[in-house]
């Protein structure tokens, strides 16, 4: 294993200009999402790229999904190559859009310049240079191990940041993830931690009801805004108490998503706000509608029922109470906390290759969001899957993102290690 695995990381380190080269081409690429901008480009890109290193490679439209159209069709890559012998298929996923620009720039968001070891540009960590390390991690082990057991395959696929539905969701219902053993989504989590899963979610939209009447006359109507203040009150007076008393064994980070949490997302009532040049007043009226939208993450021991219950409660029990308070409750979206097993084989293996690489141990995160591990879960049904990548999390989405090289060259090393582990006899 030892021979083999440091022919494998003096290849990746040879291999230093070109994973350079490579992550600048894929940063250069702008994949804004929204709106979901060139992702034929970037997908036909990595095509060439993994064909000529001997892939296989099939794109894959996530037809009819939300944001698909002519103008912005939602294409995947999904690249595979085969062994030499049966054995299990190691699955890369990386999603390759990226988020919108934003303020505060002082590199070029598009330009992939290399900088003292660090490539800056949108979407470099969040996770272009994930990308590229496994695609690097992937050839030098090809390279040095032609006649290894089972598949190794990569995958570029759409929409993480908007959901996922026609990226790795798509991918999953059409049974891309069928015959995957092992899945390493190298989001930006640092090379040296382990991200087992992520929080649950649910969102829902709740709307209070009154009736319009004039506004010197409030009392000849039903003030709806006043009706969603009861509730407010009442999430501040007894929910988001309990919220903070429930606490997670999960290894949340940061250390305040240890706990439940919900933020409210939007809150409107009355009437809407004018269009920016309007210089006149408002109209005297008592609302007849205020909506808000909460978003609540919830903690694996936690179940989306109890979730839903407690905000049912709230509004039941002000229904009881309330004087001609009604109330609408919509439900938006959810997904269920997930976390893979310590002892789940991708997990031993890269601790594993983490401790060869680095010299000490992963640390196991689990992240206080969620991102495409969710669908491979739920409709994969693979419960062998981890984030792990390099880059830091808290530059993602921010101005002058950047990635370095040499966390680069080291997670591929571990990467490297993990299919040595998880696809050759040498298995220590
Ligand atoms: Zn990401």
Known sequence: ?????????????????????????????????????NYREICGY????????????QLVRGEGTPGDSKKYPRWNVIARKEGAHAGD?????????VVEVGQGWTRD??????????????????????LAASIIAAEAFIEACPDFHGSIEISGTADEETGGYGGVAYLAEHGHYAHVDH????????KDRICLGHRGVWWAEIETHGEIAHGSMPFLGDCAVRHMGAVLQEMETSLFPALARKHTAMPVVPEGARQSTMNINSFHGGQAEPEADFTGLP?????????????????????EEEVRGEVVDILERLKSERANFSYELREMWSVSPTMTQKDAPVVASVQKAVQQVLGKEAEYVVSPGTYDQK????????????AYGPGLLELAHKPDEYIEVADMLDSAKVMAHSMVDLLTGEGA
């Open 283 to 303: 109209s005297a009226c008592v609302p007849d509608r205020a909506r808000m939208i909460i978003d609540r993450r919830y903690l694996i021991e936690e179940s």
């Open 183 to 190: 899945v390493i989504i190298p989001e930006p989590l640092q």
């Open 1 to 37: 294993m030892n021979a083999l695995f440091d022919r494998i990381a003096a290849r990746i380190d040879a291999k230093c200009e070109d994973l350079i080269a490579l992550t600048q081409a894929l940063v250069q690429i702008p994949t804004l999402n929204p709106p979901g901008e």
């Open 46 to 57: 990595l095509a060439e790229r993994l064909g000529k290193s001997g892939f296989e490679v």
């Open 375 to 386: 669908h491979i879960d739920r409709i994969g049904r693979l419960k062998n899957c981890i």
């Open 89 to 97: 298929c190691v699955h890369f996923n990386s999603h390759i859009d």
């Open 109 to 130: 968001p598009f330009g992939g310049e290399l900088i003292d070891g660090k490539i800056y540009g949108r979407g470099t960590c969040d996770m272009k240079g994930g």
